[in-house]
C-alpha cells in the first residue's frame, strides 16, 4: 500500500533559521502530494498541494518541489517566524476517484524567538 | 473559508456503551471521510464514503464501527459497542472530489474510553 515517511521531530529552531522537512513516498499510482498544517486543538489544514511531478508548491513562504525521480517532497522554508509553531504532515493522495489521503507520522516545529 | 463541524468536541463514555460522532461536512462537497489520532501519534484512515455506500476502509475500521449519512443530515462515526482502544481523537473531513481534491478537516472529537 501508500506510505509516507518525513522527519522524525520535534525539530527546534530559532527564529530566522531554514527550515527542511524531508518527505519520501511509496505509491505504485500517480500521487497527488500535499502539505498540512496541524495547530493544537485543530484539524490538518491543507498548507498546499502539487498533483503533477517536477511542479512546486507554495504558500506562506513554505514550498516543496515533487521530485517523481526521487519519491520526495520536501518542505522548506527560508526563514522560520514563532507562529510557524506546528505539526506538519506530508501526505499522498494515490489515485482514483475516491482516493484517500495517506500521511506521514508528522514533525513537529517549535520555533523559539 | 467553509468548515467542517465535529459534534461533540469532547465525549466520555464507558467501555460496552454506544457512541456516535457526528460530522456536518462542507455544504456542496460529496466525499467524507473519517480519520482516527491517537494522542501525539499519526493521522490514519478508517473509512470514505460517496453517493451513500462505503468506498474503502481500512483494517482499524472494525466490525464495531459503522458510517452513515441520512438525506441532508449529518456524516456519522458510530462505534458499538466501544472499546477501550477506541480512545482517540477522531477527525471528519470531506472534499468536493476524491483524487488532487483539497481535503477540509473538522477539529476532531476527543473521545475517551473508560
Known amino acids: 500500500g501508500d506510505s509516507v515517511t518525513q522527519t522524525e521531530g520535534p525539530v527546534t529552531l530559532s527564529e530566522g533559521t531554514s527550515l527542511t522537512v524531508n518527505c519520501s513516498y511509496e505509491?505504485?499510482?500517480?500521487?497527488?502530494l500535499f502539505w498540512y498544517v496541524q495547530y493544537p486543538g485543530e484539524g490538518p489544514q491543507l498548507l498546499f498541494k502539487v498533483p503533477k511531478a517536477n511542479e512546486k508548491g507554495s504558500n506562506r513562504g513554505f514550498e516543496a518541489t515533487y521530485n517523481k525521480e526521487a519519491t520526495s517532497f520536501h518542505l522548506q522554508k527560508a526563514s522560520v517566524q514563532e507562529s510557524d509553531s506546528a505539526v506538519y504532515y506530508c501526505?499522498?493522495?494515490?489515485?482514483?476517484?475516491?482516493?484517500?489521503?495517506?500521511f506521514g507520522k508528522g514533525t513537529k516545529l517549535s520555533v523559539k524567538s | 473559508g467553509p468548515k467542517v463541524l465535529q459534534i461533540p468536541s469532547h465525549q466520555i463514555i464507558d467501555m460496552g456503551q454506544m457512541v456516535t460522532l457526528n460530522c456536518d461536512p462542507v455544504?456542496?462537497?460529496?466525499?467524507f471521510y473519517w480519520y482516527k489520532q491517537i494522542l501525539g501519534q499519526q493521522m490514519e484512515f478508517l473509512v470514505n464514503f460517496y453517493n451513500g455506500k462505503v468506498m474503502e476502509k481500512s483494517k482499524l475500521f472494525k466490525d464495531q464501527f459503522s458510517v452513515e449519512r441520512p438525506d441532508g443530515s449529518y456524516f456519522t462515526l458510530k462505534i458499538q459497542p466501544t472499546a477501550l482502544e477506541d480512545s482517540a481523537v477522531y477527525f471528519c473531513a470531506s472534499s468536493l472530489q476524491g483524487r488532487d481534491s483539497d481535503y477540509t478537516f473538522g477539529s476532531g472529537t476527543r473521545l475517551l474510553v473508560i
Open positions: 501526505a499522498l493522495s494515490g489515485g482514483g476517484s475516491n482516493a484517500k489521503l495517506t
Open positions: 455544504s456542496n462537497h460529496l466525499y
Open positions: 505509491t505504485k499510482q500517480y500521487p497527488t
